[in-house]
């Protein structure tokens, strides 16, 4: 590790840009800090056996020792994940800037990354067009309007101070890993205007996070709750971006009116289709966890508590027109579908083939001519 440290010191280029000295220079402490922490893993151990053959040391001892070996490898393996992420930074810079760099920054940053991915072993995935690096996005991680055991929303800004959304997924499992790299590409390859803009994402960070813009003017849960005189206006406009994300074949899978937003142009904006999956695989949730989701899924993406899921189970096109649904009646009702039922009592409404109850008073008045709607 002390060779790479040296190689990559040697390598001082004239005009190299402030992203490409960032990631040499990230490398170099990174590759310092990992030398030194497998060093004192080395020693701990050592330290331990000897322990062990003297027969000296109580239980407790060991544990703690144990515990110290435990956290130098948890230090090690973050170390590992931000030089992977700055080998990334470099790939991308010769791959996809390439025109944006000289000859010899092409050959330093060719030889740099070849020569510290042999010595270190770190494997860097395949980086797409729309990476974005963490060092080219800003925010307050105090700044949070939205939280919770997948990950967080935060704005911020990205490249020259663009305003934007940045939602991190914190994903401890390959597949979830995989499956958020699919879902942005596809997200990535969706243009309309009532579908909220996804400008980038950084599969190689941890946490995990994409960049999206900011639709202002909030979601339609918080809008409806102050003003109605709008809502068939959007919740049309609502439909349109809908149907645009069915002809491009995706599903969305997790509508409420949460994730219909209304961005700085006054329309309606569908967001967070497709990562409902990716969630259910984060850290600290279940695969079969449907907190938050149910009122609004239709019965054939909720699984009876004691079964496993199947295809069966996926979200489909009608299923959205179903949830689509729950969210007009959301709007309407100025609260969620079921109201104060809990989950499980949801759950058994919905498996006794229970229809959900039409609208009344106000609310049904509210809907007036457009009641055919529901």
Same mark, same amino acid.
């Given at each position: ?130 990476? $974005?690096?963490? +060092? *080219? ?7 949070? @309007? ?5 990950? %967080? #929303? ?107 937003? $209304?961005?700085? +142009? *006054? ?7 497709? @990562? ?5 695989? %984060? #850290? ?91």
């Amino acid at each position: 590790m002390s060779g790479v440290c040296s190689l990559v010191a040697t390598f001082v280029v004239p005009g190299v840009g402030g992203i490409i000295v960032n990631a040499l220079g990230n490398i170099i402490e990174l590759c310092q800090e990992l030398e030194e922490n497998e060093k004192m893993c080395t020693g701990a151990c050592r330290n331990g056996q000897m322990e062990a053959r003297m027969g000296r040391g109580s239980t407790q001892t060991g544990a703690n020792a144990a515990e110290h070996r435990r956290r130098i490898h948890a230090d090690m393996q973050n170390k590992e994940n931000n030089l992977v992420e700055s080998l990334a930074m470099l790939k991308y810079e010769m791959t996809h800037k390439k025109a944006q760099n000289s000859m010899a920054t092409l050959a330093m940053m060719k030889r740099t990354f070849n020569k510290i991915t042999r010595t270190s072993g770190a494997k860097v995935p395949a980086v797409p067009d729309w990476f $974005i690096s963490s +060092d *080219d996005v800003g925010f307050d991680a105090n700044d949070q @309007f939205d939280c919770g055991s997948y990950g %967080s #929303v935060t704005r911020g800004t990205w490249g020259k101070g663009a305003k934007v959304v940045i939602k991190s997924l914190l994903m401890d499992d390959e597949q979830a890993k995989e499956s958020f790299f699919k879902e942005v590409q596809v997200w990535r390859n969706l243009n309309n205007p009532h579908v909220v803009e996804l400008f980038g994402a950084c599969h190689v960070s941890t946490p995990a996070f994409f960049v999206c813009e900011d639709a202002i003017h909030g979601n339609f849960a918080d809008h409806f709750m102050q003003d109605k005189s709008t809502i068939w206006r959007l919740f049309h406009q609502a439909a349109v971006g809908l149907d645009y994300i069915h002809s491009q074949k995706v599903v969305h899978g997790d509508l409420k009116c949460n994730n219909i937003l $209304i961005g700085a +142009d *006054d329309n309606a904006k569908i967001c967070d289709f497709g @990562f409902s999956y990716i969630r259910s695989q %984060s #850290v600290g949730l279940s695969k079969k966890a449907q907190t938050d989701t149910v009122r609004w899924k239709a019965p054939e993406c909720l699984m009876p508590r004691d079964e496993e899921a199947d295809a069966l189970n996926n979200p489909r096109f009608a299923s959205d027109v179903y949830s689509f649904g729950m969210c007009i009646i959301e709007a309407f009702s100025d609260e969620p579908p079921y109201a104060l039922d809990d989950d499980d009592t949801i759950m058994e409404k919905i498996f006794s083939g229970e229809e959900y109850p039409r609208p009344e008073g106000n609310c049904r008045r509210r809907m007036g001519a457009r009641q055919e709607a529901y």
